[in-house]
């Protein structure tokens, strides 16, 4: 029951990159939520051994990757816009179910990292 650290924030200006990292990646469902100032949390992407899905607002953007060597979970994220300004949590579950929604309720079998600060400048 290790929870998870996320790093990788930081200020772009809009439509540069950035890689957040996640890690240990030691949990079966492994992903990215995201919060804006007065805004609730949201789902960004989530990865298991067989299925990845993506929120609307990043699919062609955004990739989640899993290294397996290094047992590290990453968001690339390019092309970045304004709307993309958020505190963004890596998240793990052992729930085989996890990664099929997004819609998780913060059950003790769900675990969070601190957050680390992703800032878009236009």
């Known amino acids: 029951q290790v929870q998870p650290v996320e790093s990788g924030g930081g200020s772009v200006e809009v439509g540069g990159s950035l890689r957040l990292s996640c890690a240990p990646a030691v949990y079966y469902c492994m992903g990215w939520f995201r919060q804006a100032p007065g805004k609730e949390r949201e789902g960004v992407a989530l990865r298991s051994a067989d299925s990845t899905i993506y929120a609307e607002s990043v699919k062609g953007r955004f990739t989640i990757s899993r290294d397996n060597a290094k047992n590290t979970l990453y968001l690339q994220m390019n092309s970045l816009k304004s709307e993309d300004t958020a505190m963004y949590y890596c998240?793990?579950?052992?729930?085989?179910?996890?990664?099929?929604?997004?819609?998780?309720?913060?059950?003790?079998?769900?675990?969070w990292g601190q957050g680390t600060q992703v800032t878009v400048s236009s």
């Open positions: 998240a793990a579950s052992a729930r085989l179910s996890a990664c099929s929604s997004f819609g998780w309720t913060g059950a003790g079998s769900d675990f």
